[in-house]
């Protein structure tokens, strides 16, 4: 085919004919009255006239593209079809994108330089006024209904962070390519940040009540991508609901941090069911609905499944709280945030929480895992990191008030009281510096030498912020508070539910036996459907808990591992592991917070329970802390959390473990060979008294703990030495006790019958003569007697001559009710026993004799009981004493907790323990307020009684008169 002539070949187009096809191609505007109208293209007729009148061509040039542009975006009225102004922009920067691409064929190397220069230009006019679209939405005139710019921002960045496995699909199209980096990359602060408000909250609401099962990864990428932006990060520490500040009517500061700031609602995100504010899908009813007929492999697919999805939560949030701490813009933001969180939500520490009040356990359960991951490089390197823990953190840190917490042994006024003094030394070396720094610059050559000092009050102090404790530090007393909030408070929750499920099931299993046995009524019927309904609640609510926490492996043993630098981080304040401890607990770890070694002990009785989560962690650490502590009651005032370490020691016991590893933890540590027996006899004894008003309950089963494992210690080979050492050392001093309470029981018996003694006394002489001539006395065999001076026969002597010397000094007669209330050894026949054993043995005929006149008033004295028991009938509730359950005598009112108690029954408390039962605030005898009112009303209750007794019984007698009268 023949080449087209020179007279039919097309104007060549000048530089400025090409530059104005170009934009005008970008920006979809005409200056001309368009031949061939298009929607998409619009006419600016009244732009197009005022460059006629400045004698300008009808050109789309460079010095004129932000006037077109403006132009474009500000046409009144859009129809409903036409893009938003920041879909227009999008698009635009998508033309200018393809037709850069398209010049870059261009010979002209000057032609080519000149359009790429325009088309960057007008790209970055777009950019531009595409934040302010963004940022003001009403800049521009918009179509009806047309989307809020944030939420078409949204839409571009969730698509951006679309995952092949993500199971829903993409919310709308791709942005276009290098468009979200350019339009968040290449702006200032102050440019970016009122586009960023907006967008932020919409984020929030994107995860707002979604469950792991819905999708919150996308929107967790698009958060990660925005804090890796420096001024997105900036701008979101910013964000009026960063802290949020603003209250919602009956939600608690606790729970608006939840709801209302923008990582809240990620980490909302749970397994853990939130009943007031539910998230869908429900995991519970999607998961473990009818657990009990499932098969296991579906109850482990879904276990596994959440375990996925929350792992996934805790990396990308991690990811997220990493990037803010290492942008030094933003770093104090986070810590401000996470102290918050816990500063308002401390009232979760309660026994009861109120959900409207604060956080969910799921929102701090999540935030448990991920300060637990931000704790793994130092945990990794703990001895070499442990001591950047500076302890003043916990005392002089204006983040986290740690000083109203329960200290291991110190009252809150012994800890404010040496604050204060901590305070007033610094004072006093500031001071000292500061005079110093004065007399220097009165010799100086006036250049300012005071740089690190400031004047306050007339007084100059150095600025020692709190900016100065290191990172770890701050993260290690932060994560304890969090953990103690959240992963402790969440396994007492999953326990507390463990047995209402099980309360509630045995319920179901009684009725439907009721109703097997044709006892049905719509009742009953009722009953079933509604105790059917609970038992199926509790048990999704269960496993959802067991699917998060237990079934995580790895979340467990980053605890433990994060309580083990607890532990030793602790031990290292009273000078490292060696024993005997120092005879003065140094003030530093008298004041940390019980809860730090509390939950430590917490979190190794669960963990000991559950299958293979000890497995290859080193636990030697944790066994020698609790040998060192478990018997010190000067370093460690709490006896219930000593009483823990026993229960942890016996759960580490091979036959309750499974574990063959947990045997050398007992057979080859020096500390345990040298002192794990002595300190658990020693706590055997010290546990008599717990400080609570379950004390008598509570002594019993802390006893059988140590019962346990002392019997389980007793077959271990290398601990034979130590039994052997202790054994002749106590029965040597049992015997010069003994000895001793026989004399002073004959020279002065007043003191063991007074009310608060004499149950006590008589208590311990019964249980002794239960050992000694009791059934099972033929138990009491030990080889080689002398050397360990076992004296049995001395022994049984003497406590009845101890029996008969109080007898004899009983004026009131009171000892023989005492001796017969005791029902845990009092029996009659036992006096029978011991006297024919006395005979036998040669003991004191005359002893022998007021022994058993003795048995004789413990007998009457039961019969005695059992008719004025009979005579008083049911007692009023509020004439009982609230720990024995016993009539009272001498009522009393304990000022603090406002609790009536009897007299005897608190004095015999406050022998061992000066604080109140019911609260442990400080208690002494002289305190105690008499209820003289309280009395009164006993006393004429039993009058009354009485009298009524009398009166029947006169009755009876005159009915019978009457009868035999009749008769005859």
């Not at 990396?315 to 290492?326: A, C, E, P």
């Not at 019997?711 to 080979?717: A, G, I, N, Q, S």
Request: proline share 6%; glycine share 4%.
């Amino acid at each position: 085919m023949a080449s087209p002539s020179p007279a039919s070949a097309p104007p060549q187009r000048t530089p400025d004919e090409v530059e104005d096809i170009i934009l005008r191609k970008i920006l979809l505007v005409s200056l001309a009255p368009p031949t061939n109208p298009s929607p998409a293209v619009a006419y600016l007729e009244l732009t197009a006239a005022e460059l006629l009148s400045e004698s300008r061509p009808l050109l789309a040039l460079r010095d004129a593209a932000e006037r077109l542009l403006i132009d474009r975006l500000s046409l009144p009225d859009p129809a409903a079809a036409s893009p938003s102004p920041f879909a227009f922009l999008a698009a635009a920067f998508r033309r200018a994108a393809d037709e850069a691409r398209k010049i870059s064929t261009i010979r002209d190397a000057a032609l080519r330089a000149r359009l790429a220069a325009s088309i960057a230009h007008l790209r970055g006019l777009i950019l531009s006024y595409a934040r302010i679209v963004a940022g003001n939405p009403d800049t521009f005139p918009a179509p009806p209904n047309a989307p809020h710019p944030a939420a078409e921002l949204l839409v571009f960045l969730l698509a951006e962070a679309a995952d092949a496995l993500d199971p829903t699909p993409a919310p709308g199209a791709p942005p276009p390519p290098g468009f979200l980096d350019e339009f968040f990359g290449s702006a200032d602060y102050e440019t970016i940040e009122p586009a960023m408000g907006e967008l932020y909250e919409r984020l929030r609401k994107s995860v707002e009540k979604v469950s792991p099962l819905g999708d919150f990864q996308r929107p967790l990428r698009v958060l990660r991508r925005l804090v890796g932006i420096p001024n997105c990060a900036k701008a979101l520490v910013n964000h009026p609901k960063w802290i949020p500040k603003n209250q919602i009517m009956l939600i608690g500061e606790g729970r608006v941090m939840e709801l209302s700031s923008v990582l809240g609602a990620f980490f909302h995100v749970s397994a853990i069911c939130d009943r007031e504010f539910a998230s869908k899908p429900d995991v519970g009813q999607q998961c473990f609905s009818e657990a009990s007929s499932r098969r296991p492999a579906d109850l482990l697919s879904s276990f596994t499944t959440i375990k996925s999805v929350m792992n996934g939560l805790y990396d990308g949030l991690k990811g997220v709280i990493l990037i803010l701490l290492k942008n030094l813009d933003t770093r104090e933001n986070v810590l401000e945030y996470i102290a918050e969180v816990i500063n308002k939500n401390a009232a979760r520490s309660g026994m009861q929480v109120d959900p409207l009040k604060c956080a969910s356990s799921g929102m701090f359960v999540n935030l448990s895992a991920v300060m637990l991951h931000l704790c793994e490089p130092f945990l990794d390197n703990m001895e070499s990191k442990k001591d950047k823990i500076d302890v003043n953190y916990l005392f002089f840190n204006n983040r986290i008030d740690f000083k109203n917490l329960t200290a291991i042994n110190a009252s809150s006024e012994e800890v404010s009281s040496w604050i204060e003094s901590r305070n007033n030394k610094h004072a006093q070396n500031v001071s000292g510096e500061a005079r110093f720094v004065e007399s220097q610059e009165a010799t100086s050559s006036g250049k300012n030498s005071t740089t690190s000092l400031l004047s306050k009050g007339g007084t100059l102090v150095r600025c020692s912020k709190n900016e100065n404790f290191s990172f770890i530090c701050e993260c290690f007393f932060m994560t304890a508070r969090v953990l103690n909030l959240g992963l402790l408070k969440a396994l007492s929750d999953l326990k507390h539910i463990a047995q209402q499920h099980t309360r509630f099931e045995d319920d179901l299993e009684s009725n439907r036996a009721m109703r097997d046995q044709g006892g049905g009524s719509p009742q009953l019927e009722q009953d079933i459907s509604r105790l059917e309904k609970m038992v199926e609640i509790l048990s999704q609510d269960k496993l959802c808990y067991e699917a998060q926490i237990l079934r995580d492996g790895s979340f467990l043993q980053r605890a433990l591992s994060f309580y083990r630098l607890m532990i030793l981080w602790s031990v290292d304040l009273v000078g490292g592991y060696k024993m005997p401890l120092p005879s003065q607990c140094p003030k530093e770890f008298s004041c940390i917070p019980e809860h730090f070694l509390d939950d430590a002990m917490d979190l190794l009785v669960l963990t000991s329970r559950i299958p293979k989560a000890l497995e290859s962690f080193a636990l030697d650490d944790f066994l020698n802390f609790i040998i060192m502590f478990m018997a010190s009651s000067s370093y460690i005032k709490n006896p219930y959390l000593r009483a823990k370490m026993v229960e942890v020691l016996n759960c580490w016991t091979p036959q309750r473990s499974g574990l063959n590893s947990t045997a050398s933890l007992f057979e080859g540590h020096q500390l345990c060979l040298d002192y794990l027996v002595m300190n658990l006899l020693t706590l055997y004894v010290d546990i008599e008294f717990t400080g609570s008003h379950t004390q008598f309950f509570d002594k019993f089963n802390i006893r059988h703990n140590i019962a346990e494992l002392l019997e389980y210690l007793w077959d271990v080979p290398s601990h034979r030495n130590a039994w052997k050492q202790i054994v002749r050392f106590d029965m040597k001093l049992a015997n010069e006790d003994v000895g001793m309470l026989a004399f002073t029981s004959e020279q002065i018996p007043a003191p063991l019958l007074l009310p608060e003694m004499v149950e006590r006394v008589s208590s311990m002489l019964n249980y002794f003569l239960l050992q000694l001539a009791g059934p099972q006395r033929k138990s009491l065999t030990v080889k080689d007697p002398e050397k360990y001076e076992f004296k049995p026969k001395q022994l049984l002597k003497q406590i009845a001559t101890i029996y008969v010397h109080i007898t004899r000094g009983d004026k009131e007669a009171i000892f023989p009710a005492a001796i017969s209330k005791d029902g845990r050894s009092y029996n009659d026949q036992l006096f029978a026993s011991a006297a024919n054993i006395l005979w036998k043995i040669g003991g004191d005929p005359q002893i022998i004799q007021e022994f058993m006149q003795l048995a004789v008033k413990a007998k009457v004295a039961v019969s005695e009981a059992m008719d004025a028991e009979a005579i008083l009938g049911d007692i009023p509730d509020e004439f009982l004493d609230p720990i024995q359950y016993t009539l009272m005598k001498d009522p009393v009112i304990l000022p603090s907790s406002r609790v009536t108690i009897d007299r005897p029954v608190i004095i015999r408390h406050l022998l061992s323990d000066s604080t109140d039962p019911f609260n442990r605030s400080h208690l002494t005898r002289d305190m105690l307020i008499p209820n003289t009112e309280l009395k009164a009303q006993i006393e004429e209750f039993v009058r009354s009684q009485q009298s009524r007794k009398r009166t029947a019984a006169k009755s009876e007698i005159g009915e019978s008169d009457g009868t035999a009268d009749m008769a005859k």
